[in-house]
Antibody
Framework: DVQLVESGGGLIQPGGSLRLSCAAS????????MNWVRQAPGKGLEWVSH????????YYADSVTGRFTISRDNAKNSLYLQLNSLRAEDTAIYYC??????????????WGQGTLVTVSS | SYELTQPPSVSVSPGQAARITCSGD??????AYWYQQKSGQAPVLVIY???KRPSGIPERFSGSILGTMATLTIADVQVEDEADYYC????????????FGGGTKLTVL
């Protein structure tokens, strides 16, 4: 079975940094493009970032461009999200999601259970 | 930036049909997808490529598209269908970034 398990969330002060990890299993991780999606408490879903299977292409939502960095290690079946210069509005559950299809017409078929990031002083 | 517009809430009685709409200017050019999110859980894909149903999703879930409006229809609504529903699509230009609608809370009275 496909499994995506996020970790690394927690309470962090504004301006701080955090690194989220996602451990993937049950499928050929190196063959799939991956993404992060977040959800602020009581709010809707927001796509955050994408990375291609070989890491040669990345995309970011305007709200996080220049502050967040997505990466992956195919040898370790792991996806990462480096969060810098954190703001209160970055407080959310961060989901690791597997992408189906090419980037130009992609959707997300499997989601992890998420890791909560709380930005507060 | 591209937006997908959904009604905030829809209410139906068990056994009735529920229809949730999603409006977006680029839906004639890009597929619509629908996700169901029950309280405290991760989202689950219920419709892909406008009208297709993933394996394991009950047949009472269906999708349709007409111009700039996608619709998720749940026939014979069950109590367990109470959830938030999100439409999803792609910008047709630029970096083809992904967009979610604001979500619709389906209440089964």
């Amino acid at each position: 079975d496909v499994q995506l398990v996020e970790s690394g969330g927690g309470l962090i002060q504004p301006g701080g940094s955090l690194r989220l990890s996602c451990a993937a299993s049950g499928f050929s991780f190196r063959s799939y493009e991956m993404n992060w999606v977040r959800q602020a408490p009581g709010k809707g879903l927001e796509w955050v970032s994408h990375i291609s299977s070989s890491s040669d292409t990345t995309y970011y939502a305007d709200s996080v461009t220049g502050r967040f960095t997505i990466s992956r290690d195919n040898a370790k079946n792991s996806l990462y999200l480096q969060l810098n210069s954190l703001r209160a509005e970055d407080t959310a559950i961060y989901y690791c999601v597997r992408q189906m299809g090419s980037w130009y017409e992609a959707y997300f078929d499997y989601w992890g259970q998420g890791t909560l990031v709380t930005v507060s002083s | 930036s591209y937006e997908l517009t959904q009604p905030p809430s829809v209410s139906v009685s068990p056994g009735q049909a529920a229809r949730i709409t999603c409006s977006g200017d680029e839906l004639p050019k890009k597929y619509a997808y629908w996700y169901q999110q029950k309280s405290g859980q991760a989202p689950v894909l219920v419709i892909y490529e406008d009208t297709k149903r993933p394996s394991g999703i009950p047949e009472r879930f269906s999708g349709s598209i007409l111009g700039t409006m996608a619709t998720l229809t749940i026939a014979d609504v069950q109590v367990e269908d109470e959830a938030d529903y999100y439409c999803f699509s792609t910008e047709s230009t630029g970096d083809h970034k992904k967009v979610f609608g604001g979500g619709t809370k389906l209440t089964v009275l």
